[in-house]
Antibody, heavy 123, light 112 residues
């Protein structure tokens, strides 16, 4: 079955960077785009961007443009989300989530989701 | 950006009763293909969100038929026809009409 397994929790200082991984299994990795969505403690969901694992093309939310980098490693079926210049407001659970693409293209809804990675930014 | 606004913020419903959650978008999410680019998710405590409905009214495989979605253009509704204990969760709508793809603030559903 489709599985997305994310890396473990991180604690970072303000100004640092964090890199979260998401390893996919159970499907053809390069066929489906992957999105990143975050959720601050007790808050709602915020879309950050997506990557097409086939060619590596990305589309970032304007809010994160310049601070986020999404990459992939097709040899290990893993996508990465790198967020730089961390501040306390970046404390959140970060989720990867697959786009249910088809021959007609990708849709930009999310299913399934990884288990989430808590990133805590604190001095 | 398209702003998604849900109502109410929280809701308490008796077991077996109907629960209704509303979602309003700041602009139409109805595309020229006559599809509404609107999804609904369920998030239980400590878990990632789970897709319930896409295209505003198409249930994801495996989702119980007590969950239904309706609406068009800017006004949408998620209905749980007969509330079960396992439906306690926060529910989110999401538009995928245009990026950045945005969510409603969430509606917390509890048992009365």
């Amino acid at each position: 079955q489709v599985q997305l397994v994310q890396s473990g929790a991180e604690v970072k200082k303000p100004g640092a960077s964090v890199k979260v991984s998401c390893k996919a299994s159970g499907y053809s990795f390069t066929t489906y785009s992957m999105h990143w969505v975050r959720q601050a403690p007790g808050q709602g969901l915020e879309w950050m961007g997506r990557i097409n694992p086939s060619g590596g093309s990305t589309y970032y939310a304007p809010k994160f443009q310049g601070r986020v980098t999404m990459t992939r490693d097709t040899s290990t079926s893993t996508v990465y989300m790198d967020l730089s210049s961390l501040r306390s407001e970046d404390t959140a659970v970060y989720y990867c989530a697959r786009d249910p693409c088809s021959d007609g293209g990708c849709y930009n809804w999310f299913d399934p989701w990884g288990q989430g990675t808590l990133v805590t930014v604190s001095s | 950006d398209i702003v998604m606004t849900q109502s109410p913020d929280s809701l308490a419903v008796s077991l077996g009763e109907r629960a209704t959650i509303n979602c309003k978008s700041s602009q139409s999410v109805l595309y020229i293909n006559n599809k509404n680019y609107l999804a609904w998710y369920q998030q239980k405590p400590g878990q990632p969100p789970k897709l319930l409905i896409y295209w505003a009214s198409t249930r994801e495989s495996g989702v119980p038929d007590r969950f239904s979605g309706s609406g068009s253009r800017t006004d949408f509704t998620l209905t749980i026809s007969s509330l079960q204990a396992e439906d306690v969760a926060v529910y989110y709508c999401q538009q995928y009409y245009s990026g950045p793809y945005t969510f409603g603030q969430g509606t917390k559903l509890e048992i009365k």
